[in-house]
C-alpha cells in the first residue's frame, strides 16, 4: 500500500493456524533484502515483546511514517510483528520467538537481536519451575489436539469441495472474473505482495477490519467456500496474465485458496464474503445424491473446527498464565530504556529530524 501517513494503520496476520498444522509466512513478508534494518525480539511469554511493539507502532504512526501491524494468528489482540517506513527506507521489528522463531539472518549489516529476558529475575522463575514446565507440556499437547481436528476438518472440506467442484462452469466464472476487471488498469511489474487477514484459533475464524477501512471499493464473492476460492483463484490468474502488482491474502486455514485480493494502485479489494456482488454458486450445479453427501460432510466439519477452536483457546489460557508468572518475574525498566534507544536509532535509519 501506499506509504503516506493515515489515520488507519493496516493490521494483517503474519501467521496461520492451517488445516496441515501451522505456517509462518514471516520468511516473506520480513525478507531481510526488503529491510535497512530488522530488530528480532527474544524472550519468553510476558516479557512484554508485544508492548514494545505497539509502543513502537504508536511512536512513528504519530510522527507520520507508514506503519503496518502483524498481529498473532492465535492472539488477535497481540503484536508478532511491526514494519515502519519512510520515503526509501523500511525497518521492522518482529517477535523472534516460537513457533516462528527466528535469529539474526544477516547479523550486524540487518538484522539485530534484542533478549527482552536480560530482565528476569532468574529466582522467581527458578522456584516455579514445576508448574513451568507443567504448563509448557499441557500447551504443547493442547495445540497438538487442535490440529488434530484441523486436519480432519480438512479432509471433510477436500470431500465437500471434490463433491460441489466436479461440474463448475470455469468457462463461465473466467469471463465474468475478467470483467469485474473492466474499467480498472492494474499497476504493472508483477509483484505480489503477500499478507493475511483472516486466521482460526481461540476465536473461532476471525477477519481484520483492515480491508473495508482501507480500500475505495470492495467486490464481494459470495456463496458456497468452494465456489467462492474458485472465483479468486481466477482473479488472481487473471491479474497474473495483466503483470499486476496487488496484495495476495490466503486463507488462513488454506494458503492454497485465495481469501481476497488488493489491488494498490486503485485500492479496490476483492474479498470473499457474504455480500453478492459476485454469487460464484451461479458456476455450480449438483445431484440431490450429492447434496446429501455435502451435508453429512459439513456436519462433520462443523464439529471438527468447533473442537480445533475449544483447544485453541485451551492453550491460549495456558500460555497466558505463562505470561503471568513471567511477567510477576521481570524488571520492565531495562525494557523501557532499551526501547528509548531503539526509537532514536531507528529514527536515524528513517532520517527523521
Known sequence: MAEKMDSIIPKYFGAANSYNGFISYFDKIFDSKEYDKIYVLKGGPGTGKSSFMK?????????????????????????????????????????????????????????????????????????????????????????????????????????????????????????????????ITPSGGGKTTTRLISSFGRYGEYLLSTLPQTSDKIITIGGKASAAYKFLELCCDYLATKNANYIHFPSALDPRKTEALYLIDSKIAVIRGEGCDVNADIYLSSSPADNERVRAASRIYGEMLEEARRWFSIASDIHFRLEEIYGSAMNFDNNNTMLDKKIKQIENILEIV
Open 55 to 183: 509502543r513502537i507502532s504508536a511512536h512513528f504512526h504519530n510522527k507520520n511514517c507508514y506503519v503496518e501491524e502483524i498481529y498473532c494468528s492465535s492472539d488477535p489482540h497481540s503484536l508478532d510483528g511491526v514494519i515502519v517506513s519512510r520515503e526509501n527506507k523500511k525497518i521492522a521489528i518482529i517477535d523472534g520467538t516460537a513457533p516462528h522463531e527466528r535469529d539474526a539472518k544477516i547479523p550486524g549489516a540487518i538484522d539485530e537481536l534484542i533478549n527482552l529476558g536480560n530482565g528476569w529475575d532468574e529466582r522467581i522463575l527458578t522456584a516455579r519451575k514445576g508448574e513451568i514446565l507443567s504448563l509448557t507440556g499441557e500447551k504443547t499437547k493442547s495445540y497438538k489436539t487442535a490440529y488434530h481436528y484441523l486436519s480432519v476438518a480438512g479432509q471433510s472440506m477436500k470431500l465437500i469441495e471434490n463433491f460441489e467442484l466436479e461440474d463448475f462452469d470455469i468457462i463461465k466464472a473466467k469471463c465474468k472474473a475478467e470483467c469485474i476487471f473492466e474499467g
